[in-house]
């Protein structure tokens, strides 16, 4: 008999005899016959194994800090805290005095004004641990409406406390496979209704375009809900705010960010271009030198310190929000060609990545082909 078959049977004897034992100790005990006992196995439990000295200590969670900077009123600033508290958020809440609001602007703050396009006034969030220090910033101008609203929109968009319902009930049932009417309504001009026109294009929605004359606005204006155009229609049911439009259509183009950040940062762009639209509307109401004193005033301070901003966003890629095309793109450029038209002089053209950007937008299928096909109108 070879040596390794010798050895082959001594191993197998063992291990029987080895097996037998631990068999006879779990029939033995407690009584309980060829059962397995939790207790007949506490000689088998494993001893967790000392930390090696190197091992790094397990990472301590700390807490994301929030600190609002506004004046010592509500204003745009209540709908924050209020938010912050539904949350359950300790917050610092830091409220400026109004009388010394002249000089400290001129320091600290007017560095954060200048990354967001020099405003007069500022609400911000900071976020010191989010990881690192983030710091939230947005430009507000006093008194003027629902420029809060991309803070508020992306705090709320953390807590599930927005629900959003589609307007077209049954659209999404199974089974339903009727496509929702459309219908725009706006002026015979581009303004703000273009960059809704281009964002159906987009989706490759067809759509009715209803074109109001401006003189018969005064008569038809009473017969509408707020008095204020655009309005979309989807099966009748009537959608207003062009921001809020073009946030309702995006997220079904798939164009309004892949998650809470991205959504928060084309909001703040988009309340920038809301801003500057907000101080260019009265150009269309106001006549002779107060028009004009305006127009200087645009041209060479208010226009040209939003669009360095932008420019400086569009770096690399020419879009505005996330290094990609977003609704914001489209809400930009839909509308500059009607603010170029009231300056009577280029502008976007000026800037190197707004430009890039605009051509961009231009060349995308959809926006392309209904630029081609769109009537031609002075603004």
């Known amino acids: 008999m070879s040596r390794w078959v010798r050895n082959s049977r001594a191993s197998v004897a063992i291990n029987r005899a080895r097996t037998d034992e631990w068999r006879g100790n779990i029939t033995r005990k407690n009584g309980w016959p060829n059962r397995l006992h939790p207790l007949s196995f506490t000689?088998?439990?494993?001893?967790?194994?000392?930390?090696?000295?190197?091992?790094?200590?397990?990472?301590?969670?700390?807490?994301?800090?929030?600190?609002?900077?506004?004046?010592?009123?509500?204003?745009?600033?209540?709908?924050?805290?209020?938010l912050l508290s539904i949350l359950g958020k300790d917050f610092?809440?830091?409220?400026?005095?109004?009388?010394?609001?002249?000089?400290?602007?001129?320091?600290?703050?007017?560095?954060?004004?200048?990354?967001?396009?020099?405003?007069?006034?500022?609400?911000?969030?900071?976020?010191?641990?989010?990881?690192?220090?983030?710091?939230?910033?947005?430009?507000t101008y006093t008194m003027q409406e629902n420029n809060h609203r991309p803070f508020v929109h992306w705090a709320a968009r953390s807590t599930s406390l927005t629900v959003h319902r589609s307007i077209v009930r049954n659209q999404n049932k199974p089974g339903?496979?009727?496509?929702?009417?459309?219908?725009?309504?706006y002026f015979n001009a581009k303004g703000p209704g273009e960059p809704i026109r281009m964002l159906l294009a987009y989706m490759g929605v067809e759509f009715e375009d209803n074109r109001i004359e401006i003189e018969s606005w005064p008569a038809l204006q009473k017969?509408?809900?707020?008095?204020?155009?655009?309005?979309?229609?989807?099966?009748?049911?009537?959608?207003?705010?062009?921001?809020?439009?073009?946030?309702?259509?995006?997220?079904?183009?798939?164009?309004?960010?892949?998650n809470d950040w991205e959504a928060y940062e084309i909001d703040c762009a988009a309340g920038t271009v809301g801003d500057l639209m907000n101080l260019n509307s009265p150009m269309w109401k106001l006549k002779d030198e107060t028009k004009e004193e305006l127009k200087k005033k645009l041209i060479d301070e208010l226009i040209p310190s939003f669009m360095k901003n932008w420019d400086e966003q569009a770096k690399n890629t020419g879009f505005l929000a996330n290094g990609k095309l977003s609704w914001v793109d489209l809400y930009l450029h839909g509308w500059a060609e009607t603010l170029e038209f009231a300056m009577g002089k280029e502008i976007i053209n000026e800037y190197p990545n707004l430009k890039i950007g605009r051509e961009k937008v231009h060349a995308t299928p959809g926006i392309k082909e209904w630029l081609a096909k769109r009537p031609k109108t002075v603004w």
């Open 43 to 82: 000689w088998m439990r494993a001893v967790p194994a000392a930390p090696h000295p190197t091992q790094d200590k397990p990472a301590t969670i700390k807490m994301t800090s929030y600190k609002l900077t506004y004046f010592d009123i509500k204003g745009l600033g209540e709908p924050i805290r209020m």
């Open 92 to 139: 610092e809440d830091n409220r400026i005095p109004m009388a010394s609001w002249s000089s400290r602007k001129s320091g600290r703050y007017a560095r954060w004004l200048k990354c967001r396009s020099g405003c007069h006034t500022i609400t911000s969030l900071l976020v010191p641990d989010h990881p690192g220090i983030l710091k939230l910033y947005h430009k």
């Open 176 to 185: 339903n496979n009727r496509m929702p009417s459309y219908k725009l309504t």
């Open 223 to 258: 017969e509408i809900k707020w008095g204020r155009i655009p309005v979309l229609e989807i099966d009748g049911k009537e959608m207003y705010q062009s921001r809020a439009i073009m946030r309702y259509l995006a997220k079904q183009a798939k164009l309004a960010g892949d």
